[in-house]
Nanobody
């Protein structure tokens, strides 16, 4: 089992920044690819960003490319999502996830999920 706890969400004005953190415990963190997903009210959960276990492969959704940066610190068992130039349409609950699949942009490739952290961007 892997337990994931997200933090860092909050309310920010458009154009602002937030950094989300996801702390992992349980099984060896650096065995897992890590992803960030988000779910806005009334919408399906969608892919945001992912980073492979080694950090060598990173993907972003087109909607966040150039504004968000994913990173990981395997020594601290933590993955981060730096979010800059935030827009109202980024408002959602953000979830981190851990998995060992290859299709890192797919929800069903992840086995463990956190509880989520709310991000609200005001216009």
């Amino acid at each position: 089992q892997v337990q994931l706890v997200e933090s860092g969400g909050g309310l920010v004005q458009a154009g602002g920044s937030l950094r989300l953190s996801c702390a992992a415990s349980g099984r060896t963190f650096n065995n897992y690819n890590m992803g960030w997903f988000r779910q806005a009210p009334g919408k399906e959960r969608e892919f945001v960003a992912t980073i492979a276990w080694s950090g060598s492969t990173i993907f972003y959704a087109d909607s966040v490319k150039g504004r968000f940066t994913i990173s990981r610190d395997n020594a601290k068992n933590t993955v981060y999502l730096q979010m800059d130039s935030l827009k109202p349409e980024d408002t959602a609950v953000y979830y981190c996830a851990a998995g060992t699949g290859r299709r890192l942009w797919r929800l069903d490739e992840y086995d463990y999920w956190g509880q989520g952290t709310q991000v609200t961007v005001s216009s």
